[in-house]
């Protein structure tokens, strides 16, 4: 439609813009609550953690001078504002889930978070107990597991190769 990726067929349809394309996948494998107020927490949640995740895929852009100014505003945002949102909701309704106590696609949303926090600096979850607790219970669903295996189609953040060409081509 726009000319670009990600674009996905399914159901005889080809899906454009990745919002779109997840809420979509979420309806059909009922990942997207069961009524409109599971939505929006789902949807309120996911957008949340959209901000935080944007954090993350910027850094490796940020100029060499910039760098430790923004990972110490990323560490200080995931620590002070985003994870104690999503450990306090799975504080106050004592469940496994974030809501409705099942799955859903901000529970997977959560987990890519969790990993791409892991992965920066895993001591940002020590105070989190409950958020180490729904990164351990995703990550072992069988489908979840097999896709996070070394090998998988699961990319890791932007190498420092593809950075560096992503510099000289943007000129900064």
């Given at each position: ?40 927490l ?45 450990e ?62 070394p ?20 000129k900064?």
């Open positions: 439609m726009f000319q670009q990726v990600p674009m996905v067929e399914i159901d005889g349809m080809k899906l454009v813009q990745s919002r779109a394309i997840l809420n979509y996948i979420a309806s059909k494998y009922d990942l997207y609550g069961k009524d409109m107020k599971e939505r929006v789902i949807d309120m949640y996911t957008e949340g953690m959209a901000d935080l995740n944007e954090m993350f895929i910027l850094l490796p852009l940020s100029p060499p001078d910039e760098k430790d100014a923004k990972i110490a505003l990323l560490k200080d945002r995931t620590v002070n504002r985003y994870l104690p949102v999503f306090n909701a799975l504080k106050s309704h004592g469940q496994d889930y974030l809501v409705g106590n099942r799955l859903s696609k901000a529970d997977i949303h959560l987990l890519e978070v969790l990993l791409y926090i892991e992965e920066l600096d895993p001591s940002l979850l020590a105070t989190f107990p409950l958020l180490k607790a729904l990164k351990t219970r995703i990550s072992n669903l069988t489908n979840v597991k097999k896709f996070l295996q090998g998988s189609q699961r990319k890791p953040p932007i190498d420092q190769k593809t950075l560096e060409e992503a510099r000289k081509a943007f900064f």
